[in-house]
């Protein structure tokens, strides 16, 4: 293992999305995160049949490479104790079932702290486990109408737009592991574990900072302004002769200098444009004005402008024109993996660089139960009892466990 979290054990009982994004991270960063899958079928999004590669769903893999799976029925009490043996030597348990759900099986966190009082538990839920939702469920699309994302979102007058990432979800995964590292610094500190606790509803309101300031100020909810900002202009996309480009214009200097470039400077004297505020109440003129004169040229022609002028700018791209541009390429947000079944796949990076303990993707995505009999072994079970779970179906194991 490399990585700042190398020797940290993890167990994860997370699936889909906001759990397995907290495992991948924890796992890119050196964590050894076992994967307790459930049976039948394991984590859900093994079920999304497209996109596949060779038959493997590329959403699944995407989210879980650097893990170990292990195929457990939490139902049978034979399951149960493989998890309570997991944690018995683990640091971290993360799981993202509805509120009750874990307490049910008897492996909650109050009974799993009594197995391992150091134990960091994380849970990921759709509201909190606390106030009058907690025992809701949540899904990203709910998490963002919840939060006000769709009515900020979209054009202005259009019917309200979810936002095209899973930024609930992602955001969740985020904090969850941010939780786990702080929880897990603390217990460094004093060998005390404890229960890290969020939400894709929190998740979703941490992303309103600027629109929740606004009505903070003014008692009146923020709507829709497309690619524009609702503090500051010009800052938004513009269109070019051959596609996109975001310019950035976000103080008094940038915006003298679009000007200047464009070849149009009495905009700077123009009443309607003359201070961010003026702009702000002007933005549909603005924003007709600046478009006509950035058609003019195409992206790359514009971004040489804009660079050379030293203002903040970039090519709207396509996820694949993105994924191809040579400074992903430069800070290694693209990698390869050897899968077993898709064969060499391609994964995003760790977005996190470290200079002394690089984190790094080992692995590929495992399949159903790859690792059931290793881990196994690792958490103290001898042959005779790997052969009883296995025989009463409390863990299944894949033909190269």
Same mark, same amino acid.
Do not use: C, Q, V
């Given at each position: 293992m490399s990585g700042p979290l190398a020797g940290v054990r993890v167990v994860e009982l997370a699936q889909i999305m906001a759990g397995p994004t907290c495992g991948m991270l924890l796992a890119d960063m050196g964590a050894d995160v076992v994967k307790v899958e459930k049976i039948p079928g394991g984590d859900d999004s093994r079920g999304y049949a497209e996109p596949s590669v060779n038959g493997e769903s590329a959403p699944f893999m995407a989210m879980n490479r650097n893990k170990r799976s292990i195929a457990v029925d939490l139902k049978k009490e034979g399951g149960k104790e493989v998890v309570r043996r997991l944690v018995a030597r683990a640091d971290v348990l993360t799981e993202n079932y509805r509120k009750g759900t874990m307490e049910k099986l008897g492996i909650g966190y109050e009974a799993l702290r009594a197995v391992n009082p150091g134990l960091i538990y994380c849970s990921i839920s759709g509201?909190? *486990?606390?106030?009058p939702y907690a025992d809701k469920g949540g899904f990203d699309l709910i998490a963002q109408g919840f939060a006000g994302i769709m009515s900020i979102t979209g054009e202005p007058g259009g019917p309200p737009v979810k936002s095209g990432s899973s930024i609930a979800d992602i955001n969740a995964g985020i904090l969850a592991a941010l939780g786990v590292v702080a929880a897990y610094v603390h217990r460094l500190k004093t060998g005390e574990g404890q229960l890290v606790d969020t939400s894709l509803m929190e998740a979703a309101v941490q992303q309103t900072y600027w629109h929740a300031a606004t %009505? %903070? !100020?003014? @008692?009146?909810? #923020?709507g829709p302004t497309g690619s524009a900002h609702i503090l500051t202009a010009p800052y938004q996309a513009f269109p070019t002769a051959d596609g996109w480009i975001n310019v950035g214009g976000a103080n008094q200097p940038n915006w003298e200098r679009i000007a200047r470039m464009l070849g149009a400077p009495q905009l700077i004297d123009d009443p309607r444009f003359r201070t961010n505020t003026d702009r702000m109440m002007n933005l549909a003129a603005l924003a007709e004005t600046l478009g006509a004169l950035f058609a003019r040229r195409t992206t790359a022609e514009w971004l040489a =402008?804009?660079? !050379? !002028? @030293?203002? #903040?700018a970039g090519r709207v791209n396509t996820v694949g024109e993105m994924l191809a541009d040579p400074q992903v !390429?430069? *800070?290694e947000m693209v990698v390869e993996t050897e899968h077993p079944v898709a064969g060499r796949t391609k994964a995003l990076g760790l977005p996190i660089k470290f200079s002394a303990t690089p984190g790094a993707v080992r692995r590929p995505a495992p399949i159903f139960g790859q690792?059931?009999? =290793?881990v196994l072994a690792e958490a103290g079970f001898d042959g005779t009892e790997i052969a009883r779970l296995l025989r009463e179906g409390a863990v299944m194991a894949a033909a190269t466990s």
């Open positions: 509201y909190g *486990r606390t106030g %009505f %903070f !100020a003014t @008692g009146a909810s #923020p =402008e804009l660079d !050379a !002028a @030293g203002i #903040p !390429a430069a *800070r690792h059931t009999r =290793e």
